[in-house]
């Protein structure tokens, strides 16, 4: 069976990732960039390593439980692998380079009203939406 995104499933993906990123911040004092959490389960481990594999962990298992719904997760690209590959290491450079990911910034850094967040937030999309339009109709 496959569901098509409707506006009350991304509201409810919307709240859960509302719901997330604000119990984080309230339990951990911490923002939920994914950039961050994951960097922070890099050697040299620290004492804040259990709760960041238990959220990339939890990002995982989502995936895992959708599916065991009966519900499919449609991927589909006609994109080389290794051009996949270099995007998302300049997507990962860009986050180093940055402060930040797309989650820390638009998701929390805009929810408290962050300029540099907002400044971040708006030359990421900005960017995204250059690059589509430059792969899909230039190149």
């Known amino acids: 069976m496959t569901e098509e995104i409707t506006v ?3 509201l409810a993906g919307g709240a859960i990732i509302g719901l997330a ?26 004492a804040d390593s259990g709760w960041r594999l238990w959220f990339l962990a939890g ?23 290794i051009l996949m590959a270099v995007a998302g290491l300049l997507v ?3 986050s180093r380079l940055g402060g930040g990911c ?10 408290k ?3 540099r ?17 430059l792969v899909r109709h230039v190149f």
Request: hydrophobic share 50%; with cysteine; charged share 5%.
């Open 8 to 10: 009350l499933s991304a």
């Open 21 to 46: 990123s604000a119990l984080l911040l309230f339990t951990h004092n911490r923002v939920a960039g994914i950039s961050g959490i994951a960097a922070g389960i890099l050697p040299p481990w620290g």
């Open 59 to 81: 990002l995982i298992m989502s995936g895992l439980l959708y599916r065991l719904t009966g519900n499919a997760i449609p991927v589909q690209t006609d994109t080389p692998l």
């Open 92 to 94: 990962g450079y860009g």
């Open 102 to 111: 797309t989650s820390g910034h638009g998701v929390c850094g805009i929810a």
């Open 113 to 115: 009203l962050s300029v």
């Open 117 to 133: 967040s907002i400044v971040a937030t708006l030359i990421f999309m900005t960017t995204a939406g250059l690059s589509v339009y």
